[in-house]
């Protein structure tokens, strides 16, 4: 995803990230206003923001240091976690939890094809084999019943994913990962200060990966990422690989990476975190706008609203909706100046980049439909009511209600 080439070119697979750096984002005219407004959000914090930016510039201390330690302070604090370890991405939040349990080749690991590509990818990456389960229907996340099934000699551990800020079935997961002794690592990518039965998401696992991608819930000014665990052991493994494997300046006990977090980058996410309980609290007024104004026109009867388990605390990362005419109604929103997004269009089991793994059609029907039906909808904290008045008006008139 740092590859700016792979942005522009994609059509397929790109995640809530990629697109937001391109096409629909900030300004484009065609749109009544933008899927994500960023430049709104930064409008409500930009002398805190200017402030920090100052300060780590005057310090002229940019790797690691004091502010990435302040930022791994308050977020273990704000999570309820004993560790958070900074890093330079999600995708390397992922791939250091792997390395840090030394997940590798001949070993599997068990994620859902219906995720952003850096899921599967980190696994991918370290030389061990994505092993796919289907999801729920209804929350987009996996499907607990269907995990035992895919367990072999050779896992090692489970990778449920808290899509769009919802957070996964965790607890069969967890007695399943105990009877079997997994890893778990919760991607918790878009949903951080998401809540399980009370508890916030990435800390119920082995460890919790997190990242700061503009798009995000807490986003940065770039790339970073974050990975939390209670395991001390777990925590300096991971601070090692982060630094090439070392401890000790200039010596070496194992081979780690250069995935580090910017100060500039933790300075700027320390001033963000202090508003991300309002913003999620923001995201959840609009998500219950949306319902009202749907209901008001009955759409319920046409689009599959996101449903919530009554155990779970939503953070929005998304509002995704389910529509069987999905790409028709994009097209028609699209024509009425709607900014409306797709993730994902591919389920990953049929990526080019997984075809060695051998799976075919048909094996995923949860996630493939998924594929064909989901569309989310603006849904960032600073929208408008009459916007998302705007957004279900035409989706009605799509609708004929
Ligand atoms: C964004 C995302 C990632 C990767 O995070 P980056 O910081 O973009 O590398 C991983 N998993 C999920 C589910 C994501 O949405």
Not at 338 to 361: K, R, W
Request: charged share 20%; hydrophobic share 40%.
């Amino acid at each position: 995803m740092a590859d700016s080439r792979l942005q522009r070119n994609s059509s397929v697979a790109t995640g809530p990230s990629a697109q937001t750096a391109t096409k629909t984002s900030q300004n484009n005219p065609s749109y009544l206003f933008p899927f994500l407004d960023l430049r709104a959000q930064f409008a409500t914090i930009k002398d805190e923001v200017m402030q920090a930016v100052t300060r780590v510039m005057d310090s002229q201390h940019f790797i690691l240091g004091p502010e990435v330690q302040a930022l791994e302070n308050g977020i273990a604090t704000f999570l309820g976690s004993r560790f958070a370890i900074g890093c330079a991405s999600g995708s390397d939040a992922l791939m250091l939890a792997l390395l840090a349990l030394k997940v590798g080749p001949g070993d599997e690991v068990i994620t859902t094809p219906f995720t952003f590509v850096a899921t599967a990818g980190a696994v991918a990456r370290v030389g061990a084999k994505p092993v796919f389960v289907d999801i729920e229907p209804g929350t987009f996340n996996i499907d607990p019943n269907l995990i035992k099934p895919a367990i072999t000699e050779q896992t090692r551990a489970i990778i449920p994913v808290h899509l769009f800020g919802l957070a996964a079935e965790l607890d069969p997961i967890l007695k399943l990962a105990g009877e079997y002794r997994l890893a778990v690592i919760e991607d918790a990518a878009q949903a951080i200060g998401a809540r399980y039965k009370g508890t916030p998401v990435g800390t119920l696992g082995t460890m919790g990966c997190f990242s700061f991608f503009p798009s995000k819930n807490l986003g940065g000014a770039g790339d970073g990422g974050l990975v939390t665990t209670n395991d001390p052991e777990l925590a300096n493994s991971l601070r090692i690989m982060r630094v090439h494997g070392s401890r000790k300046k200039y010596y070496y006990e194992v081979l780690g990476t250069n995935s580090r977090l910017d100060a500039l980058q933790a300075a700027i996410l320390r001033v963000k975190l202090g508003h991300l309980d309002t913003w999620a609290r923001a995201r959840q007024r609009n998500a219950e706008r949306y319902r009202a104004l749907c209901s008001e026109r009955g759409l319920e009867k046409s689009i599959k609203l996101p449903s919530i388990p009554v155990d779970r605390y939503h953070v929005y990362n998304q509002f995704t909706i389910r529509c069987s005419q999905r790409d028709g109604l994009q097209e028609f929103l699209r024509g009425r100046g709607i900014p409306t997004e797709i993730y994902y269009p591919y389920p990953l089991h049929l990526q080019p980049a997984f075809s060695y793994l051998g799976y075919h059609a048909g094996q995923f029907p949860q996630s493939e439909a998924a594929s064909q039906e989901a569309l989310s909808l603006p849904i960032y904290p600073e929208l408008r009511e009459e916007q998302q008045a705007q957004v279900v008006r035409a989706i009605a008139e799509f609708c004929g209600a």
